[in-house]
T-cell receptor, first 113, second 110 residues
């Protein structure tokens, strides 16, 4: 079982719609969760992080965390063509004080104009 | 605008040659990570440092890869000898907690 799994893409959504990205993780003790966006040929860019159960909103992005279900998601509201990218879920290893992350394989999102 | 810098951005070399990649972390960041990204394996952690001390290099092939941090403003990743399977994009990231990535070095070993 992989440590971090993301829903397989690609995910295609029309402009203005909500894109929903899911991520599950295997280590129940994981404490920190991150979403990165990676445009083709570019480096990963941090867009959200969440540490506590519940929702965290930042602009058009909402991260949702449910530690009991070992599940973290990212919602992109009012999707724009500029949101077309690969989104990487990253999880801090449980019991780790050194912020080492395990990354999922990524979900590629295409926003259709 | 603080950002992680990496050099070179692109490197093409022949099998057997030594490759050195450099990273300048964001000033004040005490943790530096080296990653490799390929289509097949995704993003893999190779090694990381805190306060210049190596904490974990279990992701690196020990016989050919080495990582050092000679000072707080420079981290290096060396491959000697390089092999075609080392072809990938190598990223450096720094942070206290949240990791910020550099632009990467695209390495091609012929």
């Amino acid at each position: 079982q992989k440590e971090v799994e993301q829903n397989s893409g690609p995910l295609s959504v029309p402009e203005g719609a909500i894109a929903s990205l899911n991520c599950t993780y295997s280590d129940r003790g994981s404490q920190s969760f991150f979403w990165y966006r990676q445009y083709s040929g570019k480096s990963p860019e941090l867009i959200m992080f969440i540490y506590s159960n519940g929702d965290k909103e930042d602009g058009r992005f909402t991260a949702q965390l449910n530690k009991a279900s070992q599940y973290v998601s990212l919602l992109i509201r009012d999707s724009q063509p500029s949101d077309s990218a690969t989104y990487l879920c990253a999880v801090n290893m449980a019991g780790s004080n050194d912020y080492k992350l395990s990354f999922g394989a990524g979900t590629t999102v295409t926003v259709r104009a | 605008d603080a950002r992680v810098t990496q050099t070179p951005r692109h490197k093409v070399t022949e099998m057997g040659q030594e490759v050195t990649m450099r990273c300048q972390p964001i000033l004040g960041h005490n943790t530096v990570f080296w990653y490799r990204q390929t289509m097949m394996q995704g993003l893999e952690l190779l090694a990381y440092f805190r306060n210049r001390a190596p904490l974990d290099d279990s992701g690196m092939p020990k016989d050919r890869f080495s990582a050092e941090m000679p000072d707080a403003t420079l981290a290096t990743l060396k491959i000697q000898p390089s092999e075609p399977r080392d072809s990938a994009v190598y990223f450096c990231a720094s942070g206290p907690i949240e990791q910020f990535f550099g632009p990467g070095t695209r390495l091609t070993v012929l």
